[in-house]
């Protein structure tokens, strides 16, 4: 096998250390693939599209494929489009998968033709339950996820996830700016609002989170990490959430993502060189010749979402050694980098200094807040 055999020559040239610099012929063959990802699922399927580099191209030059025409095609003669959108991402709208009958997705782009085999959906079991752990003496906190499917289901599970958290300046600021740089303070009864003191930011999952339970008497995931982080992240310090898309998987499915995995974490990049095995089922039918990365399984995808707040034990916060206030008059103050943010009117001279980050929440967070967020801050 060509690519196979390609690897195994860089590997032989690492592990004997040569000296002098080495250009494996036909690597440059694994550059420019189509790289495609996604789920078809009920509701919204999304699709992404993307290119890959070569072993000596800057992995920064990958991109999106934004002008491809992507739909779903079912063997009962039917067939979803998509909308294209920005970033090469994909979407489309399937009210309802029926379990009896098989879906693909086909791809045109660049003067070829791709499809993906026809697979029948799997019906994702539910999420049982996410829910946090600790060890404080390792300073090691874990959001997880517990699920179980019957027997005789596939025992091939994968997950992704987004995440929202609210976080608060440290210090709050007592007035604004107006025109001419009248001090204007604030009310946080009648407005005008501190505008800075709360803030939010997201994440999402950037890594294939994969389990199987095959070697279980019974079809049982338990205590899956999804997030591993610390108990003094400011993402616990106010008002976390996050929101789980649980997948099962075919058994195919599973050994392409495991293997992916294993290729991203080895060479750092999805658009790095890629060993033949990892091809998944997706082909251009137009050139057989021209390999294809990514895995397109059909499954009913499982959400569940759940709320963490401060008091219910998983927030440990540390001390904030950078933020404290200080007048002009302390040996602390530092001019070139702290600002005026608590201002006393009666006592201009006993006015308090610090650096921006500390009661600006937008030098850490933004002030996108979802519409749905429980929490009525400005």
């Not at 996410?130 to 179980?148: E, L």
């Not at 943010?341 to 200094?353: G, Q, T, V």
């Amino acid at each position: 096998m060509k690519f196979k055999a390609i690897i195994y020559i860089l590997l032989l040239f690492v592990s004997v250390g040569c000296i002098e610099e080495y250009h494996a012929k036909g690597v440059e063959e694994l550059s420019n693939l189509l790289v495609v990802e996604g789920t078809i699922t009920e509701g919204t399927t999304t699709i992404k599209l993307s290119r890959s580099v070569g072993l000596y191209d800057n992995a920064s030059a990958s991109e999106r494929v934004s002008n491809a025409i992507v739909s779903v095609e079912s063997d009962a003669g039917k067939e979803y489009s998509a909308i294209s959108g920005t970033g090469g991402i994909y979407t489309i709208y399937i009210e309802k998968l029926d379990p009896e009958t098989k879906y693909r997705l086909k791809i045109q782009v660049d003067g070829e033709e791709y499809e993906s085999t026809y697979s029948k959906p799997i019906l994702t079991p539910d999420i049982d339950k996410i829910f946090w752990t600790k060890d404080s003496n390792k300073g090691v906190a874990n959001i997880c996820v517990t699920t179980h499917g019957a027997n005789d289901q596939p025992r091939y599970y994968s997950w992704s996830y987004n995440e929202i958290w609210e976080i608060r300046a440290k210090l709050y600021s007592n007035f604004m700016y107006g025109a001419d740089n009248i001090i204007i303070p604030y009310n946080e009864i009648t407005g005008s609002y501190n505008l800075k003191y709360y803030c939010w930011k997201s994440d999402k999952s950037n890594k294939f989170i994969l389990a199987s339970s095959d070697k279980l008497s019974e079809n049982v995931i338990t205590e899956k990490k999804l997030v591993e982080t610390t108990p003094s992240h400011e993402r616990f310090s106010e008002l976390y959430y996050i929101k789980v898309y649980q997948n099962m998987l075919s058994k195919e499915a599973y050994d392409y993502f495991t293997n992916l995995q294993k290729n991203i974490e080895s060479t750092g990049s999805i658009f790095s060189p890629v060993p033949s095995e990892i091809r998944g089922n997706i082909f251009c039918t137009t050139n057989p010749d021209i390999p294809v990365i990514g895995y397109v399984d059909v499954s009913v995808v499982k959400t569940k979402e759940v709320y963490i707040y401060p008091d219910e034990g998983l927030y440990e916060p540390k001390l904030d050694y950078l933020c404290f206030s200080v007048t002009k008059n302390d040996e602390r103050y530092d001019e070139s980098g702290m600002l005026l943010y608590y201002y006393e009117e009666m006592d201009p001279a006993n006015s308090l200094y610090s650096y921006p980050e500390c009661f600006d929440c937008t030098k850490r967070g933004t002030k996108n807040k979802p519409n749905f967020w429980p929490n009525d801050h400005k």
